[in-house]
T-cell receptor, first 113, second 116 residues
């Protein structure tokens, strides 16, 4: 059973601070890792993807992957009120005819002005 | 259009009615996925197509759920004899290439289904 675990929050972070979101997954065969942002009533929007161990930076966002620990995180620097949303961690397996993405339940992030 | 589109955006059905939800993927995207998202939860996988072939339907919750993609483009998710527990947002996503873990999924706006 493939599982993706996230703390549901809410996580409250002051404006301008660093928000740290964490995710663990159960299957060591996992290949691709994604962070989606979902505003209330909207569909998920891809903000970061990461495929190999280490850090990947894109603007204010940094994704970190540690396959040995089966752990992926998202850091948001200089947090803005517009970052307030639910952040979904997603893990993908694709092999042969099998292709599946499993989502965590999401972490609600609230940036305090 | 440039993105994934879904229709209708909102659907209210009486318990026992059949509904059909449509998804238009991004042009040229081979893979198409359906997800169900209940309030406060992450999206739950329902089924997956490569072109017209339905390769995985393990997430469909019951035999009342049926999906098709007859020409490898537009897909329809049909729910027969709807029940209140079917109330959720149904998300469609598409992805460019086949059998590769490095292709990102792009989501449509979803259809919010409410069963009374």
């Amino acid at each position: 059973q493939k599982e993706v675990e996230q703390n549901s929050g809410p996580l409250s972070v002051p404006e301008g601070a660093i928000a740290s979101l964490n995710c663990t997954y159960s299957d060591r065969g996992s290949q691709s890792f994604f962070w989606y942002r979902q505003y209330s009533g909207k569909s998920p929007e891809l903000i970061m993807s990461i495929y190999s161990n280490g850090d990947k930076e894109d603007g204010r966002f940094t994704a970190q992957l540690n396959k040995a620990s089966q752990y992926v995180s998202l850091l948001i620097r200089d947090s803005q009120p517009s970052d307030s949303a639910t952040y979904l961690c997603a893990v993908r397996w694709a092999e042969g005819r099998d292709d599946k993405i499993i989502f965590g339940k999401g972490t609600r992030l609230h940036i305090l002005p | 259009g440039a993105g994934v589109s879904q229709s209708p955006r909102y659907k209210v059905a009486k318990r026992g009615q059949d509904v059909a939800l449509r998804c238009d993927p991004i042009s040229g995207h081979v893979s198409l996925f359906w997800y169900q998202q209940a309030l406060g939860q992450g999206p739950e996988f329902l089924t997956y197509f490569q072109n017209e072939a339905q390769l995985d339907k393990s997430g469909l919750p019951s035999d009342r759920f049926f999906a098709e993609r007859p020409e490898g483009s537009v897909s329809t998710l049909k729910i027969q004899r709807t029940q209140q527990e079917d109330s959720a947002v149904y998300l469609c996503a598409s992805s460019l290439a086949v059998w590769s873990s490095y292709n990102e999924q792009f989501f449509g706006p979803g259809t919010r289904l409410t069963v009374l």
